[in-house]
């Protein structure tokens, strides 16, 4: 069985990351891309799908771990009654697929053994196991192969290689696993300690960058380098968490693989890469997310795989248990061919902050985004199914109509800046000022005094909490004070936001799937961002703390919190919710509101003459 979620470090290279395990297991691994098949699947099943442990032998061993200073290179303690060593897990941040784990003597001896069994294609490929001409043992199956290299001694049993050694103060042993593909040659090996060096080099000379000056610095570093390991170097594309199907109700069926790349999360995330002092980063987001939109608006998706891929089918690893029997185990996610209007906003206002904070636009940004806006017009005006990609059928949700308004409103004032006579600003201010006054009049009950989550709805939706940040309405306006005191009082449990009710005052399901779901992270940083831009600046600090004190000892957490058993759920770590602390911290630290950095109204636009039906006149340099 596997650990706990939160018992789990991350170790990278940009391109895919393996999960580590407190008891020394590493129980995923998918390679040589994050949404590759796993090799290592025991997250999700048993031994029999996959696993590499390194540990003392003894069973009552102590275990302390920490990344190093400013690195994901992992440092993992092992203490016995005879002695201690330390076990070092790294993926070098260079070419190639390497994956290696130091063995060191620190005090006295210690008995290690060493368990690997490769279980391609998620745990249903047994290799087949030999011995290369050097001694490096080679396991091939189908495309995939990889080869492990040590100086240790080496038997098989059964299906698994075992190493048994005894180290001493001192001493160290060390194994590297290479992939590579079947039909070429063996992986060059590689020197461990030298990679060792460069590799600890590399992120910390990276995250040295980050901003400072914050009550949790360290935190906030902790989080940057976990966003930048998320991303797949070769395209910029940032994955929403490297794993699939890790539950959201424990034993229950909201299980989806998030090793994909959400438009919903754009905004948020180039805000924080370009705030925590990332622009490289945050431009090849924002390239990525432009290469990825490219085509017939009509065609755009709300999620896309880590290189732009648009074909993502989802389907069901029946011969899987799941996590703690969480079934089904998906691949691949259905969402994608979900309509979330929400999305265009997001492009427009991730586009719109990247210009805020010096970044040049893009040459093709003006025609992509003209084209998305010409769909827009009338696109706005039907149901989808809104920012949760909730299963039960389309509805007007509020926090997609705000966003097709923020579209339109970075347009215009994207135009203003650029003094652009030949866009069509009337069209979109009249466009702009329809979505305004129908979520005003649609989607704000009186006798709830809150915004609601869709028309003539009475459910509350914790993506309300995003009116102010956008700038669709101030953060003193009564309707927003409204809907902050409505998600206190019906979406707060002890102290976590849900996004939404999953059950009705009837019992039944408003999202089309069965069962509950944790506390959704990142709404509860947006509820503390809404009590700093109210003033309420303790209470958010208060919420920040406990937020933080939810993360594993390493500093990492998932998408959910189930505050009941008080434990994390859903994939891990996961990218929104690093990218949300990231910014709640900021945001504190900086006496701002999200208001105030994100969507605070600009001067009074330029009037312009231009004819409501020029629609179709030609653009010149609306800097998308």
Same mark, same amino acid.
């Given at each position: 069985?596997?650990?706990?979620?939160?018992?789990?470090?991350?170790?990278?290279?940009?391109?895919?990351?393996?999960?580590?395990?407190?008891?020394?297991?590493?129980?995923?691994?998918?390679?040589?891309?994050?949404?590759?098949?796993?090799?290592?699947?025991?997250?999700?099943?048993?031994?029999?799908?996959?696993?590499?442990?390194?540990?003392?032998?003894?069973?009552?061993?102590?275990?302390?771990?920490?990344?190093?200073?400013?690195?994901?290179?992992?440092?993992?303690?092992?203490?016995?009654?005879?002695?201690?060593?330390?076990?070092?897990?790294?993926?070098?941040?260079?070419?190639?697929?390497?994956?290696?784990?130091?063995?060191?003597?620190?005090?006295?001896?210690?008995?290690?053994?060493?368990?690997?069994?490769?279980?391609?294609?998620?745990?249903?490929?047994?290799?087949?196991?030999?011995?290369?001409?050097? @001694?490096?043992?080679?396991?091939?199956?189908?495309?995939?192969?990889? %080869?492990? =290299?040590?100086?240790?001694?080496?038997?098989?049993?059964?299906?698994?290689?075992?190493?048994?050694?005894?180290?001493?103060?001192?001493?160290?042993?060390?194994?590297?696993?290479?992939?590579?593909?079947?039909?070429?040659?063996?992986?060059?090996?590689?020197?461990?300690?030298?990679?060792?060096?460069?590799?600890?080099? !590399?992120?910390?000379?990276?995250?040295?960058?980050?901003?400072?000056?914050?009550?949790?610095?360290?935190?906030?570093?902790?989080?940057?380098?976990?966003?930048?390991?998320?991303?797949?170097?070769?395209?910029?594309?940032?994955? *929403?968490?490297?794993?699939?199907?890790?539950?959201?109700?424990?034993? @229950?069926?909201?299980?989806?693989?998030?090793?994909?790349?959400?438009?919903?999360?754009?905004?948020?995330?180039?805000? *924080?890469?370009?705030?925590?002092?990332?622009?490289?980063?945050?431009?090849?987001?924002?390239?990525?997310?432009?290469?990825?939109?490219?085509?017939?608006?009509?065609?755009?998706?709300?999620?896309?795989?880590?290189?732009?891929?648009?074909?993502?089918?989802?389907?069901?690893?029946?011969?899987?248990?799941?996590?703690? +029997?969480?079934?089904?185990?998906?691949?691949?996610?259905?969402?994608?061919?979900?309509?979330?209007?929400?999305?265009?906003?997001?492009? !427009?206002?991730?586009?719109?902050?990247?210009?805020?904070?010096?970044?040049?636009?893009?040459?093709?940004?003006?025609?992509?985004?003209?084209?998305?806006?010409?769909?827009?017009?009338?696109?706005?005006?039907?149901?989808?199914?809104?920012?949760?990609?909730?299963?039960?059928?389309?509805?007007?949700? %509020?926090?997609?109509?705000?966003?097709?308004?923020?579209?339109?409103?970075?347009?215009?004032?994207?135009?203003?800046?650029? #003094?652009?006579?030949?866009?069509?600003?009337?069209?979109?201010?009249?466009?702009?000022?329809?979505?305004?006054?129908?979520?005003?009049?649609?989607?704000?009950?009186?006798?709830?005094?809150?915004?609601?989550?869709?028309?003539?709805?009475?459910?509350?939706?914790?993506?309300?909490?995003?009116?102010?940040?956008?700038?669709?309405?101030?953060?003193?306006?009564?309707?927003?004070?409204?809907?902050?005191?409505?998600?206190?009082?019906?979406?707060?449990?002890?102290?976590?936001?849900?996004?939404?009710?999953?059950?009705?005052?009837?019992?039944?399901?408003?999202?089309?799937?069965?069962?509950? #779901?944790?506390? !959704?992270?990142?709404?509860?940083?947006?509820?503390?961002?809404?009590?700093?831009?109210? +003033? =309420?600046?303790?209470?958010?600090?208060?919420?920040?703390?406990?937020?933080?004190?939810?993360?594993?000892?390493?500093?990492?957490?998932?998408?959910?919190?189930?505050?009941?058993?008080?434990?994390?759920?859903?994939?891990?770590?996961?990218?929104?919710?690093?990218?949300?602390?990231?910014?709640?911290?900021?945001?504190?630290?900086?006496?701002?509101?999200?208001?105030?950095?994100?969507?605070?109204?600009?001067?009074?636009?330029?009037?312009?003459?231009?004819?409501?039906?020029?629609?179709?006149?030609?653009?010149?340099?609306?800097?998308?």
């Amino acid at each position: 069985m596997a650990g706990r979620i939160e018992d789990y470090a991350l170790i990278g290279d940009g391109r895919t990351a393996a999960l580590v395990g407190r008891d020394g297991s590493i129980d995923w691994l998918c390679w040589p891309r994050f949404d590759a098949s796993a090799l290592f699947a025991r997250l999700l099943g048993t031994e029999e799908h996959g696993f590499w442990k390194l540990a003392p032998v003894a069973e009552n061993a102590e275990q302390f771990w920490r990344y190093r200073t400013g690195s994901l290179v992992l440092d993992t303690y092992h203490t016995t009654h005879a002695g201690e060593v330390r076990v070092t897990d790294y993926m070098p941040a260079a070419d190639g697929s390497h994956l290696i784990r130091l063995v060191e003597g620190r005090k006295g001896k210690v008995a290690m053994r060493m368990d690997l069994a490769v279980r391609f294609d998620y745990g249903s490929a047994t290799p087949w196991v030999s011995r290369n001409e050097l @001694g490096d043992l080679r396991a091939i199956s189908g495309p995939h192969k990889v %080869v492990l =290299r040590t100086q240790a001694p080496l038997r098989g049993s059964g299906k698994t290689t075992i190493s048994e050694f005894t180290i001493h103060e001192g001493e160290s042993v060390w194994f590297v696993l290479s992939y590579g593909a079947s039909h070429c040659e063996d992986p060059p090996p590689i020197e461990p300690r030298k990679v060792l060096a460069e590799t600890n080099r !590399f992120w910390r000379e990276w995250s040295d960058r980050c901003a400072t000056g914050t009550p949790w610095d360290e935190m906030l570093k902790r989080s940057a380098l976990t966003l930048k390991a998320l991303i797949y170097r070769p395209t910029g594309g940032i994955v *929403a968490a490297p794993t699939t199907s890790l539950p959201e109700d424990l034993g @229950g069926v909201r299980n989806w693989d998030y090793r994909f790349c959400w438009l919903r999360d754009s905004t948020f995330t180039l805000m *924080a890469l370009m705030d925590s002092g990332f622009i490289e980063e945050a431009r090849a987001w924002r390239d990525w997310l432009l290469r990825a939109v490219a085509g017939s608006p009509e065609q755009a998706h709300i999620l896309y795989g880590i290189a732009g891929e648009r074909l993502l089918p989802e389907i069901e690893l029946d011969w899987l248990p799941g996590y703690e +029997g969480s079934r089904p185990v998906r691949v691949g996610n259905a969402a994608i061919e979900q309509f979330q209007l929400d999305v265009y906003g997001e492009l !427009f206002d991730a586009l719109y902050q990247g210009r805020q904070r010096g970044m040049l636009g893009d040459k093709d940004g003006w025609r992509v985004g003209r084209a998305i806006l010409g769909h827009l017009e009338t696109a706005w005006r039907e149901p989808d199914e809104g920012i949760w990609e909730v299963r039960g059928g389309p509805r007007h949700f %509020v926090h997609s109509k705000v966003m097709a308004w923020v579209a339109f409103d970075r347009a215009i004032r994207s135009h203003t800046e650029e #003094e652009s006579p030949n866009a069509p600003l009337a069209l979109w201010r009249r466009l702009r000022d329809e979505i305004h006054a129908e979520v005003c009049e649609k989607g704000f009950d009186k006798r709830l005094n809150s915004f609601v989550q869709s028309y003539g709805s009475k459910a509350l939706d914790a993506s309300l909490l995003l009116i102010a940040h956008v700038g669709f309405l101030p953060q003193d306006d009564p309707r927003v004070v409204g809907t902050v005191a409505a998600v206190e009082k019906h979406l707060m449990r002890d102290g976590f936001v849900l996004r939404y009710e999953t059950v009705d005052a009837q019992g039944g399901n408003v999202d089309g799937l069965p069962g509950g #779901e944790g506390a !959704f992270l990142p709404c509860t940083f947006w509820y503390a961002d809404n009590l700093i831009g109210l +003033g =309420r600046r303790d209470e958010a600090r208060g919420i920040i703390e406990r937020l933080i004190g939810i993360c594993n000892d390493l500093g990492l957490v998932s998408e959910e919190y189930d505050v009941k058993r008080k434990r994390l759920v859903g994939n891990y770590p996961q990218a929104f919710t690093h990218v949300a602390l990231v910014n709640t911290i900021l945001n504190y630290s900086r006496a701002e509101s999200p208001e105030a950095k994100r969507g605070a109204a600009e001067a009074d636009d330029v009037e312009d003459e231009e004819d409501e039906t020029s629609s179709a006149s030609p653009a010149t340099a609306l800097p998308l």
